[in-house]
């Protein structure tokens, strides 16, 4: 890991002539900035949130700011990949607390987890669809924002739900006749259109839930397998 070294001033003589070393971890620095522009964001949105706002927020100077990110862009991807590295880490947590009451977790399980962690059912998970389709949003019209990583964390969360459709296959659980790169695609598009339905209040959290889970009786039809994931 990379770290820079600041000086400090010491309160004795001696080493360093009176200063010692001060260690600053570059990525720590970095995130706790992209978490600044998150919070600013969710309340004054994105397209209102500039880096002296984040500044502030983050408690640091704007030139900081501009040395780890040189321009807003910049600091918009950041945050958004900061973004998606959480929702991955929550949609973990959902599986793992669902290995610690159902053995074994099967691959409905782990697709209803990821899901139902896109749905904005509570306030962390209402911030990360908002800003993340405000990003998406502003993309279309602004060329200095980088959509291609982005569409590179959606294609890797396909690329997991299509593993798990296939391993199901392969334990006789889901239809054989089913594409699974294509149902993939499917239940992630159809996650993404619920997700702005209940931002836009068109669906309740639970109805969007429901639909969910419609689709996974039909792609997983055995009763056994139907999973206890619930907003």
Do not use: C, W
């Not at 690329?159 to 006749?177: E, F, M, N, S, W």
């Amino acid at each position: 890991m990379v770290r820079l070294y600041h000086y400090r001033a010491r309160p004795g003589p001696g080493g360093y002539g009176g200063r010692v070393p001060k260690r600053v971890d570059h990525e720590e620095r970095r995130r706790q900035i992209a978490d600044a522009l998150l919070r600013t964001a969710a309340t004054r949105g994105l397209h209102a949130t500039g880096m002296r706002e984040v500044a502030a927020e983050a408690g640091v100077s704007l030139r900081l700011v501009q040395y780890y990110f040189g321009t807003k862009e910049e600091l918009l991807l950041a945050a958004m990949q900061h973004l998606a590295a959480q929702f991955a880490e929550r949609a973990l947590a959902r599986i793992n607390r669902l290995k610690e009451t159902k053995s074994p977790v099967n691959p409905r399980d782990v697709i209803a987890a990821i899901l139902t962690e896109a749905l904005p059912a509570d306030d962390e998970r209402r911030t990360f669809t908002v800003l993340y389709t405000a990003y998406f949003a502003l993309s279309l019209t602004d060329p200095a924002l980088a959509i291609a990583p982005l569409a590179r964390n959606s294609n890797a969360v396909i690329d997991v739900v299509a593993a798990q459709l296939r391993t199901a296959q392969a334990a006789g659980d889901t239809p054989a006749h089913l594409d699974p790169d294509l149902e993939a695609v499917s239940l992630l598009a159809m996650s993404a259109g619920l997700g702005t339905s209940v931002l836009g209040g068109q669906s309740s959290a639970g109805q969007a839930q429901a639909v969910i889970d419609y689709h996974l009786d039909r792609l997983f039809p055995h009763p056994g397998q139907r999973s206890a994931e619930r907003p």
